[in-house]
C-alpha cells in the first residue's frame, strides 16, 4: 500500500502557514542557530571530524557532545563556560543505530546534522530551558500551542526524586501544566554510557498537524509528533557499583536536529522535503531517467520513493565521512553503506559500473554542506578516488564469489551488499538465520542475544557483520543479550596471554594507585623536548633532578639494590614510548654512584626509570644527574622525522594514502599504509626521491604547542582515527618546496623531533612488504646507515657489471667446465650476501639479474650438455644395429634439465628406453613403435618397471598415446648409493621388453 506524506497541507492551521511562510534554508536555520547562542556569550566551536580523534570507544562521532567528552569526564580543563556548534553525526551501530529506519520514515538518518550548546559549570536549568523556548518561539517562531515538554519524573529504585525543578521552571516560562509530561528513565534520564557522568533531560517535542491537544502522542516514536530538542542536565556520576553521587559541576549538554527542525520551519512533513535532500533527488532522476521523486511511503519499504531517500541519505553519510578521514578497511559499516549505495543504484536507477554516478552525487552533497563544511568540497578528489576503488572491487566480488554464495543471493539478493561476505564462517551464519528468521519476526523481529553469540562464538562473525545480517532479514540484534552471553564466556574461558595482558595492566594499575597514595607530584618531563642545535649538531643537555621514590618488584624502598628497579623523579629529560617512538636509555649519576637506565614507563604521569646499579648506591632524596644516551636519542629522531617526511610524500606520490601503523626505533623505522594506487617499483622510486629531496633542501621543522581544539582548526592536519590525543598536542610542522613539488608535513605527535630535515643525513628504504590489495609495509634507515647501504649497492652492483661481462664472454665461449663454476660461483655469491643491507630497489635489481644471468648459464649448460646426450646416443645405436634399446647416459647433466625427447626421436622403428640422472632426479623416458602394439606391448608398462625400482611418477605427455610414448620422474635421488637401483631398474625393463620380441 503506497501513502503520500502530505498531513501538513490537508490539516495544518492557517496561523502555522503564516509563521512558515518564509522558506527557511537549511543554511539560514544552521546560522541563526549559532548566531543566537554566540549573542549570549556562547563560543562557537567548529564541528570535528565524524571519524573520533579523541574516543577510541567510537566507530563514529554520534552526537554533539562526543568532542566535549573528556571535559564531561573531567579529564581535561573547559576552554570556554559556553560553547555551541553545528555537529557532523553518523548512527549507523551500537546503541545510536537508526540504519534500520531510513528511508522508511521521514526523520531518521545515517548522517545528520546537531545543532547544540553546552554549558561547563556555568548556568543549569532555569537559563538553558529559556534560552530553548526564546529560540523556538521567538526567533523560528514556532508557535508555543504546537509545542510540549517532557521532564525526569523519578525512579523509586535509585531513589531519585522527580525534578520538580525544572517543571516549575517550564510553568514560569509559560508552557501549561497539561503540556509539561513526566516520564521515567528510559526517556528522560541521559547516561552517556555505562558508568560516567549523567543526569535528568528535559526534551521539547512539536506537534506537526498543529492539533488542540495530543499530550498522548508524545514519546511514541510517530511522524507526526516529534521531539526536536533534547536538554540534559549533568549533574551525577554513575559509579561502577551503579549507584550515583553528585558531580561538583554541573552541566548542561542540548541538542537539536538541523533536518528536523529545517522541516518543521519549512512546513514539510519530512526531512526529505528539504533543500538538504531535493537537490539530490533531482540529480538522481536526470542521471536515472526515472520518475522524480513524490515523497510516497508503502509498508513494506519497497517503492521507488524510499530507494531514492536511502541512496540519497547514504551519499550524504559516504562523502561526508570519507572527506573527514575514514576509510572503508577502518570500518565495516562504512563499506556496507558505501556497497547498500552501489546496489540501490544499480538496482533501483539503473546506474552501471564506470558511469561514475554516485561520484556526481558527492559533488551534490559537497554544494549542500561545502559553505558550512568546507573540508566536503576540499576533499573532493579523495571521496571520487576511495568511491571509485569500492566500486570497481564490488563488482569484481560478485564475479569471483563462490558458488554457494551465488545461490545464497539466488534467494536473497540483498546479501551483496555486505561488506565482507568472504569471512569464514559466514555461509553457514546466514543458512542459520534463514533457519529461524520467520519464527522470531512473529515475536519481536529480534535476533536473540544468545543466537548472535551462536554466530560470533561458532561461526566467526563479529558484531558489524551480525548486525547487517539482520537489517537484510528486517530483524535487529538484541544488544543486551549478545553482551552478556559474550562476558559469561569470557569469564569462562581465560587464555594465559590473556592472564598474562591482564596480569601487566593489574600490576601498572596497582602501581599507579600505590605511587597516587604517597601524593607525589607527577614527573615533569617538559626537558625531554629542550635540546639545542649548533650547526647540525645537537646538545641534549643533562639535568639535575631529585629522587622521589625507588621501586623494586612493585614495592617502595629507600635505597637502590641488586637487580632490576625503578626510579621516579621530579623531573627527567628521559623520554619514554609513545606514538610508535621507542624511549631512550642513559644513566643516572651522582658524585659516586652511576645507574644505567635500560627503559623508562609512564604510569599515570609518573615517570619510571628502569634499569640497574652499576656504581654504587642512590637513596630516595638524592639530587641525580640524568643523561640520555645522546647516540640512541639523535637516531630516534632522525627515524622519526624521517617517518614523517615518508607518509606525506607516500600520500604525494600515490594521490592518496592513511597511515595505519608505524615504529620508531634507533636503527630502523616502518610505516604501514594503505593506498589506492599499487606501489610498484616506479613508485617507491618517486618516494625515497621526494624524502631525499626533502633532506637535501634542508627545511626547519617546527614544534608548536596547541589546544585539542585549535588542533581541529589546521586545514591540513594528518589525524590518526581512534587516537587519543592529550589536551595539549604538541605538531610537528615542515615543507618541502622546491621547483616541482611544494609539500607539507603537519601531524599532532608527542614524539622528539629533530629542526632540519637535512639533520637525517640520508634516507632509504630498504624493505618493501605487502599485506593485500594495497596494504604496505615499508621499513627505512637514516643517516650513516643509509649511506652504507647505498655503498653496498654501489660495490655489489660494480660486481655484477663484471659478472655481465663475464658471463656473455663465457656463454658465447659455451665451455661446460667454465660454465658449470659460473653457475656455481654466482650462486654462491648470492648467498653470501643475502643478508646484506641494502636499498630496497638495488636489492631488486640485484635479485632480477642473479635470477636471469643463472638462467642464461643454465640454459647454456642444458644446450652443452643435451648436445653431448645426442653424440652419446649416436655410438651406442651404432653399436647396437637392432632391438631394443636400454641404456643409463653417462652425461653429466649437473643441475641442467636433460631432454631426452632428443635422444628416443634419433630411432623411431625400435623400442628404447633411457634413463638420465639431471636436476638432482632420475628421469627417463620409453618409447614404443607403433607397429609393435599388436603384441600388447606398452611404452607406460615398460617404463612402471623403472618406477618399481626407483619410486617416482610415470605420465604420459599431454596428448600423446601412453601405449607409445611414456616419462618417468623419480624423487630426489643420492647418486652415490643409487647404483644398485639403477641395474636392477634396467634389468627389469630388460626382461619386460624380451618378453615381446
Same mark, same amino acid.
Given at each position: ?341 552501489i546496489n540501490i543504484g544499480s538496482n533501483n536507477f539503473g546506474f552501471t559500473h564506470g558511469n561514475h554516478n554516485l561520484v556526481e552525487l558527492t559533488q551534490i ?530 643441475? !641442467? #634439465?636433460?631432454?631426452?625427447? $632428443?635422444? /628416443?626421436?634419433?630411432?623411431? %622403428?625400435? @623400442?628404447? *628406453? =633411457? ?31 623403472? !618406477? #618399481?625400482?626407483?619410486?617416482? $611418477?610415470? /605420465?604420459?605427455?599431454?596428448? %600423446?598415446? @601412453?601405449? *607409445? =610414448? ?32
Amino acid at each position: 500500500m503506497i501513502r503520500r506524506m502530505n498531513l501538513l497541507k490537508l490539516v495544518v492551521p492557517l496561523d502555522l502557514r503564516g509563521a512558515c511562510c518564509l522558506h527557511w534554508s537549511s543554511h539560514r536555520v544552521r546560522n541563526t542557530f549559532i548566531e543566537y547562542f554566540k549573542g549570549r556569550d556562547h563560543h562557537h566551536v567548529r564541528s570535528s571530524p565524524v571519524v573520533p580523534w579523541n574516543d577510541p570507544t567510537l566507530a563514529f562521532v554520534n552526537a554533539g557532545m562526543n568532542q566535549f567528552k573528556p571535559i564531561f569526564l573531567g579529564q581535561t580543563q573547559r576552554e570556554h563556560r559556553r560553547a555551541t556548534s553545528s555537529q557532523k553525526c553518523i548512527r549507523v551501530g551500537g546503541k545510536h543505530n537508526d540504519l534500520a529506519q531510513v528511508g522508511r520514515d521521514t526523520y531518521h538518518h545515517t548522517f545528520f546534522e546537531m545543532l547544540g550548546s553546552w554549558s561547563f559549570g556555568d548556568y543549569f536549568k532555569k537559563e538553558a530551558c529559556s534560552m530553548a523556548w526564546e529560540l523556538l518561539t521567538n526567533v523560528y517562531k514556532l508557535p508555543s500551542n504546537h509545542l510540549y515538554v517532557t521532564y525526569f519524573g523519578g525512579e523509586d529504585a535509585l531513589g531519585l526524586e522527580a525534578d520538580e525543578e525544572v517543571k516549575e521552571i517550564w510553568r514560569s516560562i509559560g508552557v501549561p501544566y497539561n503540556r509539561i509530561l513526566p516520564f521515567g528513565m528510559k526517556d528522560n534520564f541521559w547516561e552517556m554510557g555505562m558508568f560516567g557522568p549523567c543526569g535528568p533531560c528535559t526534551e521539547i517535542h512539536y506537534d506537526r498537524l498543529g492539533r488542540s491537544f495530543a499530550s498522548d502522542r508524545v514519546n511514541l516514536g510517530v511522524e507526526d509528533l516529534i521531539e526536536l530538542w533534547n536538554i540534559v542536565f549533568i549533574q551525577y556520576e554513575r559509579l561502577k557499583d551503579c549507584s550515583l553521587q553528585n558531580l561538583g559541576t554541573h552541566y548542561v549538554d542540548t541538542g537539536m536536529g538541523l533536518e528536523r527542525v529545517t522541516a518543521v520551519l519549512n512546513n514539510k512533513a519530512s526531512n526529505y522535503d528539504t533543500d538538504l535532500f531535493i537537490p539530490l533527488f533531482s540529480a538522481i532522476k536526470k542521471m536515472s531517467g526515472k520518475p522524480e521523486y513524490a515523497g510516497q511511503f508503502s509498508d513494506d519499504g519497497q517503492c521507488l520513493d524510499t530507494a531514492y531517500r536511502i541512496l540519497a541519505d547514504h551519499m550524504r553519510m559516504v562523502t561526508v565521512a570519507l572527506a573527514d578521514g575514514m576509510f572503508p578497511e577502518e570500518g565495516d559499516k562504512l563499506r556496507y553503506i558505501i556497497r547498500r549505495a552501489i546496489n540501490i543504484g544499480s538496482n533501483n536507477f539503473g546506474f552501471t559500473h564506470g558511469n561514475h554516478n554516485l561520484v556526481e552525487l558527492t559533488q551534490i552533497v559537497a554544494a549542500t554542506l561545502g559553505e558550512t563544511y568546507p573540508e566536503v568540497c576540499d576533499q573532493l578528489e579523495r571521496v571520487h578516488i576511495i568511491l571509485e576503488h569500492e566500486e570497481k572491487y564490488f563488482y569484481e566480488m560478485q564475479e569471483n564469489c563462490s558458488r554457494e554464495w551465488k545461490d545464497l543471493l539466488l534467494q536473497r539478493p540483498e546479501l551483496n551488499i555486505i561488506s565482507d561476505w568472504q569471512t569464514p564462517g559466514m555461509i553457514d551464519g546466514v543458512r542459520a538465520i534463514t533457519c529461524n528468521v520467520e519464527e522470531w519476526k512473529k515475536c519481536d523481529s529480534r535476533l536473540p542475544g544468545h543466537f548472535a553469540f551462536q554466530l560470533y562464538d561458532t561461526h566467526g562473525l563479529h558484531i558489524d557483520l551480525i548486525e547487517e545480517l539482520a537489517e537484510i532479514y528486517g530483524l535487529t540484534v538484541d544488544q543486551e543479550g549478545f553482551n552478556l552471553a559474550l562476558n559469561e564466556a569470557r569469564q569462562r574461558t581465560r587464555t594465559v596471554g590473556q592472564q598474562k595482558l591482564e596480569s601487566d595492566e593489574t600490576f601498572k594499575k596497582d602501581l599507579q594507585s600505590s605511587i597516587i597514595g604517597l601524593n607525589l607530584p607527577v614527573t615533569d618531563d617538559s626537558s625531554k623536548y629542550l635540546y639545542k642545535r649548533f650547526d647540525s649538531h645537537y646538545e641534549f643537555t643533562p639535568i639535575k633532578t631529585k629522587v622521589l621514590l625507588i621501586l623494586q618488584d612493585g614495592k617502595q624502598v629507600e635505597k637502590t639494590v641488586e637487580g632490576r628497579i625503578g626510579v621516579i623523579l621530579e623531573a627527567t629529560n628521559f623520554y619514554h614510548e609513545a606514538g610508535g617512538q621507542e624511549g631512550d636509555t642513559g644513566r643516572l649519576c651522582t658524585s659516586n654512584s652511576e645507574m644505567s637506565i635500560t627503559s623508562v614507563d609512564n604510569v599515570g604521569g609518573y615517570i619510571v626509570h628502569w634499569g640497574t646499579m652499576d656504581i654504587g648506591e642512590i637513596s630516595v632524596g638524592d639530587e641525580v644527574t640524568a643523561k640520555v644516551c645522546e647516540t640512541r636519542r639523535m637516531r630516534l629522531m632522525q627515524h622519526h622525522t624521517a617517518t614523517h617526511l615518508l607518509n606525506s610524500a607516500v600520500k604525494a606520490a600515490t594521490g592518496l594514502a592513511f597511515q595505519k601503523s608505524s615504529h620508531v626505533a634507533s636503527d630502523y623505522c616502518y610505516l604501514q599504509v594503505r593506498t589506492y594506487q599499487a606501489l610498484d617499483h616506479t613508485i617507491i622510486h618517486k618516494i625515497e626521491n621526494l624524502v631525499k629531496r626533502w633532506i637535501d633542501t634542508k627545511s626547519p621543522i617546527n614544534r608548536r604547542t596547541v589546544k585539542i581544539n585549535e588542533m581541529l582548526q589546521e586545514p591540513s592536519i594528518c589525524l590518526l582515527p581512534g587516537e587519543v590525543y592529550p589536551d595539549i598536542v604538541h605538531i610537528i610542522a615542515t615543507k618541502l618546496a622546491d621547483d616541482e613539488f611544494i609539500l607539507s608535513s603537519i601531524e599532532p605527535c608527542c614524539g622528539t623531533h629533530l629542526h632540519n630535515t637535512g639533520d637525517i643525513g640520508n634516507f632509504v628504504i630498504v624493505n618493501v612488504n605487502t599485506a593485500g590489495f594495497g596494504n604496505t609495509r615499508l621499513r627505512c634507515v637514516c643517516s650513516e646507515a643509509a649511506t652504507l647501504a647505498e655503498e653496498n649497492a654501489m660495490t655489489a652492483l660494480q660486481q655484477l657489471e663484471e659478472w655481465e661481462i663475464l658471463v656473455q664472454k663465457e656463454i658465447n665461449a659455451s665451455v661446460k667446465e667454465r660454465l658449470s663454476s659460473l653457475e656455481k660461483e654466482l650462486r654462491m655469491w648470492c648467498t653470501h650476501n643475502k643478508d646484506l643491507v641494502l636499498p630496497y630497489l638495488a636489492h631488486v635489481r640485484i635479485m632480477e639479474f642473479t635470477n636471469e644471468y643463472r638462467r642464461l648459464l643454465k640454459n647454456a649448460l642444458r644446450g652443452d650438455a643435451n648436445k653431448e646426450m645426442v653424440k652419446e646416443m649416436m655410438e651406442v645405436i651404432g653399436v647396437k644395429k637392432d632391438g631394443p634399446i636400454i641404456h643409463l647416459l653417462e652425461t653429466d647433466f649437473g643441475t !641442467s #634439465k636433460a631432454v631426452l625427447s $632428443k635422444a /628416443t626421436v634419433l630411432v623411431r %622403428q625400435r @623400442p628404447m *628406453l =633411457v634413463l638420465a640422472k639431471s636436476e638432482g632426479i632420475i628421469k627417463g623416458r620409453s618409447i614404443i613403435p607403433e607397429g609393435m602394439l599388436s603384441c600388447g606391448v606398452s611404452a607406460t608398462a615398460w617404463m612402471t618397471c623403472v !618406477s #618399481k625400482v626407483l619410486g617416482g $611418477k610415470v /605420465t604420459a605427455p599431454r596428448g %600423446q598415446n @601412453p601405449l *607409445l =610414448v611414456c616419462n618417468f620422474r623419480s624423487k630426489k635421488a643420492d647418486y652415490s648409493h643409487i647404483g644398485s637401483k639403477l641395474k636392477k631398474a634396467l634389468e627389469d625393463s630388460k626382461y619386460y621388453i624380451d618378453k615381446f620380441l
